[in-house]
């Protein structure tokens, strides 16, 4: 076991676990953070998706050991004081989504692509999403939630 | 007009306390059908608020608990709003009526003069003092429907028709909102070792070896061939689930044999045949007759793929069994676990909660069982099952192989004046309870399983299993269907979205296309002169138009343009595709238009979602999907091995919605699953010059098209 210290939407925590530990199973079960989805834990759907220092990133895959001193943001962290970020509203407002179990990670890299790049084309959102598995079928739904938000 | 015999939810379940409460401040409706992703719990609350005159927020839906819902079989084939929404409408209009005549009798006034608003009793419009809610306790809902009472004309909407937003997506986006995401203290985690084939016998597991992968205890609980690993520390069950697949060595059973599932395997199994004649009989007439055509068709095995492993909680207490479940049957998985288990009915509650999307039967109940069982043996503790996403490929249920072959005798008009189609296939539907069987995967893992009941299809009064959308749906004088009933195949065949359906409308559409072109016509007009029908006429109308197929633009080189057409189940929504695609060595997608007819719609947004989502299922399943096995086995341990359609594959797609309120609510949800593959089927063959008749269009399938002379 080996102490860990790194921020998690923001906030400072310190965690004990094996440091071979996928970062995912840290969110969901030591801290609470439910979002992030298992998937497949082997980097090929995405439901999984956080940000670290701001990059999108597999949870499912990363130890935990690597983590020290870096920034993690979750699903949990795109929504401030409980009001949804204007994209989180748009995938609302464009009722993208269906079983929505993929949105956790889709929601994240959308988040990562409007940070980079805050006007991408329609190529630009569906290189970003490529990654990111969706069996309902809610592909181009996302896309324009992805537009509108960006004013598009 | 709404239908006026009563749906099938409702003889089942005629009380109408078994549907509706009033809580403070709400009016509880109790549904057993559940929410797997299509919005139909958003669907039946604007179909209660609606008939009930309440705010959709003025409505709780309890869904899927066995404790409180009504029993309503499965979550499938479409039935969802076009039975169980049908019984809640005709609840929610009885249940408003009793109240408004209890206000009447009250205020000595004629009922006429009384109206509802957001529960509400108003007199001549002006308020009454009086609510559901204060009137409630003066009726006894411990009473039989009628059923009679009358229900709003659908002029009169205002939530239904309306695209109420979905109820469940703020708690999507925001992320925890699945079974998965149950946090329970103290949890007991458990892992699965599946048999790789059918009645494999564990011949050997190293069990000091897998502890020593886990790195932390694990406990191994094996019973017969039921291996399960569990633990507090999940890490540590999951690393001794994957060491002990490497570890573990399997024999006896039935492996899969070599060439499992291809045509002339199916044509080569053990067969319960039967044939079902429609039109003239006997001889074909005598009448100048012109070519006889035929073509084979076929379809692999598929998986259902949903992109979340499947989960499941029990916990056993004072001779009781709660089991959390993403199932699609609770009623059904509660009855069938207790059998399976040795329990009473009502010693077991199965609590639906949402999983991933579920497009047929997946292992949501093989979990359920799985985490049952093993709770029995802990009581007290709250044990979790979660599957790995190589046990969902290895052991879910599988979407079976057909082989599908079509005769057509063509008279002097060009006109088919025989049509004959043959399908070879297993059943497609072995969910619990099925042909008297529980159908758990662990259950025959088990020492001593109770043998296994005769396998059967779907009847065709449910909408068939294999020969479901066989029956094709044109005017044919003469029709004639056979269904080779393969009961032996050494696989758990059962239910993928549409079942039988979409490889029937690909097999049909694409060899209507072969009939047009040997006509010279073109092949809508010649689908058109076998339509009778205004309604069908007019979807098939309305996509043509849309993408404008008349217009005769000359599309470039290895490009190609299809058409699609089918009436689900031939009772269900009507739906017409149009696809655009491109090929070379691969087929890529550039544009599709759909049109669907499904009556009146609930939420015309939701309807367009659920359109556009078979879309692009259909379109995953014809140009990617195969399972395929090798030593025995299924041979997929990882999306690589099974790829689906992914964002950038998907084109631009335009839907229309028929508006038809005055029809019935048809079930919608696999509608365009059919279409789609037909019409990407016959464009491509447009493309190319040369028809796929072998699914799926993968680059190696058109490069042995295009070679085969």
Redesign the interface.
């Known amino acids: 076991m080996s102490s860990v210290e790194f921020t998690v939407n923001g906030r400072s925590v310190r965690v004990e676990a094996e440091g071979g530990s996928p970062l995912l199973s840290v969110l969901r079960d030591e801290l609470g953070l439910r979002g992030a989805k298992f998937g497949c834990g082997t980097e090929q759907c995405g439901s999984c998706m956080v940000l670290i220092d701001g990059e999108p990133a597999y949870s499912c895959t990363h130890e935990i050991g690597t983590l020290t001193g870096r920034a993690v943001t979750t699903i949990e962290g795109l929504s401030r004081d409980g009001a949804l970020s204007p994209l989180q509203q748009a995938f609302l407002d464009e009722q993208a989504g269906q079983c929505g179990y993929c949105l956790s990670g889709i929601l994240i890299a959308a988040t990562a692509l409007l940070k980079k790049k805050p006007k991408p084309s329609r190529a630009d959102i569906v290189e970003a999403l490529d990654p990111h598995l969706c069996r309902c079928g809610i592909h181009n739904r996302v896309v324009r939630a992805v537009q509108r938000v960006s004013g598009a | 007009m709404i239908a006026n015999t009563l749906p099938l939810s409702l003889t089942d379940n005629p009380i109408l306390s078994q549907w509706i409460a009033f809580e403070p401040g709400k009016v509880r409706i109790a549904t057993g059908k559940v929410e797997?992703?299509?919005?139909i719990l958003t669907a039946m609350t604007q179909i209660a608020a609606e008939e009930l005159d309440v705010r959709p927020d003025q409505v709780r839906i309890v869904s899927g608990e066995t404790d409180v819902s009504p029993s309503e079989y499965f979550t499938s084939g479409s039935y969802s709003v076009s039975v169980g929404g049908a019984a809640i409408r005709l609840v929610c209009a009885e249940v408003r009526s009793i109240l408004l005549d209890k206000v009447a009798e009250a205020l000595r006034c004629p009922v006429g003069e009384l109206s509802v608003e957001e529960g509400q009793f108003l007199r001549s419009g002006k308020a009454t003092g009086r609510d559901y809610w204060s009137m409630a306790p003066a009726i006894n809902l411990d009473r039989r429907a009628s059923g009679t009472a009358p229900t709003k004309s659908p002029s009169k909407y205002k939530i239904v028709g309306k695209?109420l937003?979905?109820l469940?997506?703020?708690a999507?986006?925001?992320?925890?909102?699945?079974i998965?995401?149950i946090?329970v203290k103290g949890v007991v985690h458990a892992r699965m070792l599946r048999q790789p084939w059918k009645d494999a016998r564990l011949a050997s597991l190293d069990e000091a070896a897998v502890c020593k992968a886990a790195?932390a205890p694990v406990e191994i609980l094996r019973d017969g061939e039921f291996v399960a690993f569990t633990g507090d520390n999940?890490?540590a069950v999951v690393r001794a689930a994957e060491a002990a697949r490497e570890l573990a060595r399997w024999e006896g059973g039935t492996p899969a044999p070599d060439g499992i599932g291809s045509p002339e395997w199916l044509k080569a199994q053990p067969a319960r045949s039967r044939t079902v004649e429609q039109g003239e009989k006997g001889r074909v007439p005598s009448r100048p007759l012109g070519r006889t055509v035929t073509a084979r068709y076929s379809r692999p095995f598929l998986t259902y793929?949903?992109?979340?492993?499947s989960c499941a909680l029990a916990e056993f207490k004072d001779s009781a069994l709660k089991v959390w479940s993403h199932t699609q049957g609770p009623s059904i998985l509660r009855d069938w676990l207790a059998k399976a288990l040795g329990l009473e009915a009502r010693q077991v509650t199965v609590l639906h909660r949402?999983?991933?999307?579920?497009?047929g039967h997946n292992t949501a109940d093989d979990c359920a069982f799985d985490a049952s069982y093993i709770a029995m043996k802990m009581p007290g503790r709250t044990v979790r099952v979660?599957l790995?996403?190589e046990d969902e490929f290895l052991s879910a249920p599988i979407s079976t192989a057909m082989a599908i072959e079509l005769t057509a005798v063509l008279g002097a008009d060009n006109k088919p004046a025989d049509w004959q189609i043959e399908i070879w296939s297993p059943p497609h539907a072995q969910r619990p309870g099925m042909n008297g069987n529980s159908n758990f995967i662990s259950a025959a893992a088990l020492p001593n399983p109770p043998p296994m009941k005769e396998l059967n299809d779907v009847p065709d009064e449910r909408g068939g299993g294999a020969t479901r959308n066989g029956y094709a749906i044109y005017d044919l004088p003469r029709h004639r269907l056979t269904h080779h009933l393969l009961p032996d195949a050494p696989l758990r065949t059962s239910s993928l979205r549409g079942l039988g359906a979409w490889a029937n409308v690909y097999a049909i559409e694409g060899f209507i296309d072969e009939l047009a072109e040997i006509a010279g016509e073109d092949p809508v007009t010649y689908r058109l002169s076998l339509l009778s029908d205004p309604r069908p006429r007019k979807v098939i109308e309305t996509a043509a138009q849309m993408s404008g197929w008349f217009d005769k633009k000359n599309l470039p080189e290895g490009h190609g343009r299809g058409f699609g057409f089918a009436r689900y189940k031939n009772i269900a929504a009507f739906v017409a595709v149009v696809v655009d695609v491109e090929v070379d060595e691969e087929v890529r997608l550039k544009r599709i238009w759909a049109a669907a007819d499904a009556g009146l719609v609930i939420s015309p947004?939701?309807a367009k979602?659920q359109v556009?989502?078979?879309?692009?299922?259909g379109a995953s399943f014809v140009m990617k999907e195969r399972v395929r096995f090798e030593n025995g086995r299924v041979a997929a341990k990882?999306?690589?091995d099974y790829p689906?359609l992914?964002?950038?594959e998907?084109p631009?797609?335009d839907i229309q919605m028929i508006d038809n309120p005055n029809e019935p609510t048809l079930g919608l949800g696999e509608g365009a699953v059919g279409p789609t593959g037909a019409a990407i089927g016959n464009a491509v063959a447009r493309a190319l010059g040369k028809r796929v008749r072998d699914l799926p269009l993968t680059r190696d399938a058109i490069m042995d098209t295009l070679l085969k002379e």
């Open positions: 797997i992703g299509q919005g695209s937003p979905r469940d997506l703020p999507k986006v925001k992320g925890a909102a699945f998965h995401d946090a790195k999940e890490q793929g949903s992109i979340g492993p949402q999983g991933a999307g579920a497009y979660q790995a996403r947004d939701g979602n556009e989502g078979g879309v692009i299922q990882t999306w690589e689906i992914r964002f950038s998907i631009e797609i």
